[in-house]
């Protein structure tokens, strides 16, 4: 939905991305926003040309009403960058003072202001406010903003021990403000120092498996990438296959594929930085000599992959975008394959048996077969004829 974001003298028209979603009625920005730019106008903090980092901004809404200053926009999300993109074309708007920055790039020095959006992943906050510790000065204004439900007693503690006194706002339409002083009195713990990286051991296989702060599943394997890497397809020891691990996370379901199949030409590809991050290193780590034909990249589903050239793609979809639930991802990424795969290639998934896959793969590939079931997850396999 284009949903016009009227705040003060600016008329935003913002649309989630990417724009075909099935649930129209989603708005590209949300009340914490309107707040946000509300408070920075009454409060006159932008009368002059200011640096700005604004953190987690999903469709530009922040970032978009910012865009006489100089501003960093950083995010974990390639679609959010993607989408940011697209509302300020929408909305003729110069994006040469804006720098889309990823979660690993490294933070300017001393931000007049810091416009920080909490993010679901409470590791992910954390690894954020460790980061922005690092560059902030006495005189950084620091606000956050959420809705006020999501923001609990703990996740005001997380502020207040990474940043500073911190307190909170009346609620405004069910969304809230977070105001930290950034006096630099405040000596984290040892422990909150830390990274927000994870480690643990991929059972089945004995594998070492390094995961960024906002990788999905950070904490232990995902109870349907369990059951998937027991029905991954058969391939001989010598396989050169071009495989896709799609939504690639930590990248356990190719590198299982590595574990049968070294030679196996798997590109890896997730719209989450953290995650192709976390992928790159867990092949280099775990199969050094298969990492020179292995390939990584961000990308909303397989948008920038080269049609007709691939043998297998492999994939658990996701069935939510930042806060909402959806399958739209799922039917593009099965749309994707069908246009990415070889003629004979095939697309295995995962999936939870209620979520109905079978139809769209039928819809899609007019084939669908299944391969394995338990009491709650499905494997299918979908053939390009
Ligand atoms: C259910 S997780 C699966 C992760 C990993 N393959 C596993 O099995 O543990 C789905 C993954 O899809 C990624 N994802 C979500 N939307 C995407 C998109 N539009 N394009 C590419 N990847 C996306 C998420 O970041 C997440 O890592």
Redesign the pocket.
Known sequence: MLSPFLVHDKNLYLERY?TYQVNRSLQAWDAADEYLVNYLSEQALLNSKLTILVFNDNFGALSLNLTEHRVFAISDS??SHQGLKHNAEQNHLSLDEVKLLSSLDKLPAEPDLVLYKIPKSNSLLKEQLAQLRQVVSANTIFIAADKAKNIQSSTLKVFASYLGTTTTSLAVKKARLVFCQLDNKVQAANEQQFSQTKHWLLEQNSLDITNYAN???RDK??I??RV?IDHLPTLSADSSKKII?????????GLSVLNTAPQCQIHF????YM?VQSAKENVEHNFPDSFKHCQFSV???LTNIEENNVDIVL?????H?QNATTDH?AW??FNDSFKVLKKGGELRI?GNRQLGYHIKLKRIFGNCKLIASNKKFVILSAIKR
């Open positions: 990417p390639f679609i990788v999905f599943a394997l995902d349907g990438a998937f691990d799609l939504g690639c996370g930590n990248g356990v379901i590809v997730d719209e989450s995650a990308d909303d589903c994939c658990n979809p996701p069935f975008q991802i593009q990424m995962v």
